[in-house]
């Protein structure tokens, strides 16, 4: 069972999701974070000591920190894809969302600024997120405040809250499949070379 895999505060977390649903996601991601990052530590999954910490409250929620110094990690969940970002090349930022059921005015006008076009806004959504995971300040900043290149371009950020920020990011357009937009933000990485692999054998043995 891949709910052996969690910690007690991962356990404690899981517990506290009412919608089946959003169980099973954090289930996923934080057990697959943890057979990933291992795998690459060599240490077992279980003995990974993610730490996640908020500065808003005493939660065990934010950012997922590894305990190596050097490797970076991010995560994201939406619909039935749970995707689990690491590396080495500095601060990590993930973000996948399900495009169905994300096309509402309310949510255009949350996601774009004023001079970026409404068409597939979803992928600057995962554009613009991906950045604000990878600095660690995620929707306290918002959307708007910051203004990526257009969908069908190669992706970057053109505009940001600190002004060297864009010349410090690095994006990388990721493959979720259909009904899906998924981006991946790096900071400071003098070269990014990613390396996209499917979960699903792995979680399927691992939770056997
Ligand atoms: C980061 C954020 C945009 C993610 O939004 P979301 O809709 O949950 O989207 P995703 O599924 O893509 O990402 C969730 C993951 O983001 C990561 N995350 C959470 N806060 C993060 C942060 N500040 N920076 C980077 N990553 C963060 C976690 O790994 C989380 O996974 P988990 O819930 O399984 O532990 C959102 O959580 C946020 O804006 N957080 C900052 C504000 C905040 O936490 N306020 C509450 C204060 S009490």
Redesign the pocket.
Known sequence: MLTALLDPIEQG?RAGYRREADRA??TV??SLLRVVSGAHLGIEPLRVAVT?S????D?P????VLPVAGWEC?????GDRV?VAIGRTGAL?????EVSQRDDAGLREMVLAADERGDDFVTYWVRK?AV?????????VSLTEIAVTAPDTEPALVRAHHPDLPSRTTLRTLTPGNGYRACLAALDAPSVTVTELDATELLAATGR
């Open positions: 977390r996601r954090f991601a934080a996640r908020c500065p808003d409250c939660r929620h934010g950012r997922p991010s995560v994201s969940h939406s995707a930022g993930v973000d996948v969302e997120e604000l995971k990878a600095t660690g300040e995620g929707l306290r």
